[in-house]
């Protein structure tokens, strides 16, 4: 048996099976603080690394949306197939100035979608504050992101997360109503 945090989420999984939306990202990519930034529109950037799983709801006038983030540190990355099949889209979120590990970024979110050729994935290039962030287009051909396929929505945003306490920024709040719309969409 796998560890008790996996346990716990597979027993929930049944009831909400099929409308969660999976938030998969490199470790340090921002995963966790955009999550937070979404669905209290008042920034906290994370400091610590998800250990396991980070579930997280938001309910906005369009829909119901229940996040699954799984930690993006090499050991928990191979959990991270397990939770396709059954969920309503992938978010993959990158760190852009993160130059070094793009190909590694690139050739895992292009393993996870191989055998879905349909599942919504919406990109979010964060840390765009940060001085040498790679710009969208810079970002759109480093993760090959012409290759995922004809048939499959795909979005590219650029996001950050500001320093604590400020509002969100207005990429963070079309970020949340593309995903509120999509997701309306799907169900
Ligand atoms: N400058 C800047 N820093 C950010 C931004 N978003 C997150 N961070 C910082 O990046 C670090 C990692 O953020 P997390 O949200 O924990 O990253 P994660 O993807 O959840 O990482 P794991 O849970 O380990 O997979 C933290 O120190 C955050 O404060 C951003 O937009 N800009
Ligand atoms: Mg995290």
Not at 5 to 32: C, F
Not at 42 to 71: D, Q, Y
Request: charged residues 20%; negative net charge; hydrophobic residues 40%.
């Amino acid at each position: 048996p796998g560890p008790s945090w996996e346990q716990a989420a597979w027993r929930s999984w049944g009831e909400v099976a099929g409308k969660q939306i999976l938030v998969l990202g490199l470790d340090g990519a921002g995963k966790t603080s955009v999550l937070h930034s979404l669905a209290t529109s008042h920034v906290k950037r994370s400091t610590a690394p998800t250990e396991g799983i980070n579930a997280v709801c938001i309910n906005t006038e369009e829909a119901k949306m229940e996040f699954l983030e799984i930690g993006g540190s090499e050991s928990l990355r191979s959990y991270w197939k397990m939770y396709l099949p059954r969920v309503l889209m992938l978010i993959y979120v990158v760190d852009s100035a993160d130059h070094e590990r793009f190909p590694l970024a690139k050739q895992l979110l292009h393993q996870l979608i191989q055998n879905d050729s349909t599942l919504p994935v919406v990109i979010l290039a964060n840390k765009q504050d940060l001085k040498g962030a790679y710009c969208i287009t810079d970002i759109h051909d480093a993760l090959a992101l012409s290759e995922m396929g004809d048939e499959r929505k795909m979005f590219l945003i650029g996001t950050h997360v500001a320093e604590d306490g400020s509002e969100i920024s207005s990429s963070m709040k079309d970020a949340k109503e593309l995903i509120a719309q999509l997701v309306s969409e799907t169900q």
